[in-house]
């Protein structure tokens, strides 16, 4: 696993209270998982999209960490998500890829999928979430 | 205060967790208030864009919600969020305006400002964040 | 080829004016190819923004439109671009798929590339530009 | 007038072949004006979004580039565009203010209105789209 990537979320403490768990770190790809508690609904009893954002933006900004060197690191310049399916699963699935590694810009992507399964075959038709997140590259 | 929009507020169990204040709640503007907690952090110390971002998703909705008839409710459709400067204050305060409430859709813009004087003179030159979120009318 | 769809890129004038071609259009996926002419530049001499993203957008509508029912058709109600790399080929191929089509909205993405071959691979190595675009379903 | 952000617009071919006149261009604000042609329309006889987003960019550009070093210009890294009503005026004028302008990124955000009465009002009534605008800033 990326050592830059993997301290960007030890030390994040509103990622480590929401609980996610990283899958897979490496090569421009971040896989992560978060098992849904009460606290995280929004009112119609999904999961809020501040919760689905958080996910998606921090899996992103791991999938680009992936592929920087040992001094540098990445913040979140913007992103904008769609929210395409209700989220009332009980753990929520991110693939974030990165789709450009510039010298000060990256670009990544995540999307948010009900279960293990949907998302290792990126299943669009239960594709609850899609983000474009821009990063900037700092040293 | 808008009953719809109130509402929207108390029921959502995330919004509460974080604690949100609404301080405005009428004719298509919504302000609220945040104070920072040590959990809300990110991994240099400031406050994680998820957070940011559901503060200012939550209180666009807010906005939109205040101009609805008593049978709708609005939902996030999408939003994309700039963060333009670190937030470093202990408190956030941000201002939601709706752009446009048609029909189906309607369109809110967020500001997030570190204090309730940059946000009452929206002085853009401590503007930590700004959303522009898309919302779905429902009946 | 899907009828609704078709009509939308032939009924443009400004896509018309462009010379956009539709390569495929049918079940939720819409490839289109855009030659590009020296009016379309922009200070550095690469292809305009403007140009990308309306290649992209209307190639979206087209993904969008070929899911929809003969009374139905869809206008953008936001859209969203990453530029990645400068487009400087002399073809644009954009590559359109419908992440979701719902009652009211509907949403697709679209990625342009230098070359068919670099499209059909969907080669991230060779993407120019990214969109995520949001549609209104009408009725 | 700002000259870096005075040659952006001249330089431009297709904002050239638009015919995008500049209204002001100084000190982090860039006001425009379109003139509509039949060949910017798209299946239902409004403006295409692509004529909308290409003013709204390079309106934004110009307000970026206005607060630039000699040595200093700037490239759209990523924009977002809400279409809030049908433009079926003959002239638009857009009103564009630089947010930030960091060391290497600078962010904009453009309104698109009808008259110069409505833009000069910020007449948020007539709004026709919203953009924020991403940008690099290189020397």
Not at 123 to 134: C, G, Y
């Amino acid at each position: 696993m990326s050592q830059v990537g993997l301290e960007m979320f030890q030390k994040a403490k509103f990622v480590q209270w929401l609980g996610v768990e990283i899958l897979t770190l490496e090569n421009g790809i971040c896989q992560t998982k978060l098992t849904v508690r009460e606290e995280f609904l929004q009112q119609d009893g999904f999961v809020h999209a501040g919760v689905l954002t958080t996910l998606a933006d921090h899996s992103a900004g791991g999938a680009g960490s992936s592929l920087l060197a040992a001094n540098e690191r990445v913040l979140s310049v913007e992103f904008k998500t769609n929210f395409l399916r209700a989220a009332k699963s009980r753990e929520l699935y991110c693939y974030s890829v990165c789709l450009k590694k510039g010298r000060s810009i990256a670009v990544a992507e995540s999307e948010i999928y009900p279960s293990s399964e949907t998302m290792m075959a990126r299943d669009l038709r239960n594709l609850i979430a899609k983000s474009t997140v821009t990063l900037a590259v700092l040293t």
